[in-house]
Nanobody, 124 residues
Framework: QVQLVESGGGLVQAGGSLRLSCAAS????????IGWFRQAPGKEREFVAA????????SYADSVKGRFTISRDNAKSTVYLQMNSLKPEDTAVYYC?????????????????WGQGTQVTVSS
């Protein structure tokens, strides 16, 4: 079992940057694929990015490709989401999720563990 805690959210102007962190407790962190998802008010949760347990495979939603970068440090049991060139439409609560022994997935229902979320607000 793993517990996830997100941090790094906040208020930023359009064009700015933020780096989100997802810190995990528990052992065998490298056996978990990690995904980032977001949910804006009145909208469904959507996939943002995912990274394999080894860090060798990554996937991004088209809406963030070229602006966001997902990475991980297994020694620190932490996954990062570097967000650059932020837009007002990136405003949402961002969640990280873990999937043990699985491949990357853009489907939230394939992730077993979720963090509590961190708010990102981008002003125009």
């Amino acid at each position: 079992q793993v517990q996830l805690v997100e941090s790094g959210g906040g208020l930023v102007q359009a064009g700015g940057s933020l780096r989100l962190s997802c810190a995990a407790s528990g052992r065998t962190f490298s056996s978990y694929a990690i995904g980032w998802f977001r949910q804006a008010p009145g909208k469904e949760r959507e996939f943002v990015a995912a990274i394999s347990g080894s860090g060798l495979s990554r996937s991004y939603a088209d809406s963030v490709k070229g602006r966001f970068t997902i990475s991980r440090d297994n020694a620190k049991s932490t996954v990062y989401l570097q967000m650059n060139s932020l837009k007002p439409e990136d405003t949402a609560v961002y969640y990280c999720a873990a999937r043990q022994y699985g491949n990357l997935s853009y489907r939230g229902d394939e992730y077993e563990y979720w963090g509590q979320g961190t708010q990102v607000t981008v002003s125009s």
